[in-house]
């Protein structure tokens, strides 16, 4: 699993990007968030999450979350 930070996530269609460490964004779908059973995600939260494919076939299929924002 990779882990990385939350960059974006729009609540009404339950899509997300997440910025992996090695600075590699991913699309999250709706999809993962119903294998994750999770509501939402906060901008800068930490998340672990499962890749299956490579390249332009490359998708999100579960995302966990690992911590809280940072408070700003």
Known sequence: MLQGTVKSFDPQTQAAVVLT????EYDVP???FLS???RKLTIGQ???FRVEGEG?????????I???P???
């Open 21 to 24: 460490d090695a600075r590699v």
């Open 30 to 32: 709706a999809e993962a």
């Open 36 to 38: 994750s059973r999770l």
């Open 46 to 48: 930490r998340v672990r």
């Open 56 to 64: 332009d076939a490359a998708r999100v299929t579960y995302v966990n």
């Open 66 to 68: 690992l911590t809280l």
């Open 70 to 72: 940072d408070p700003a």
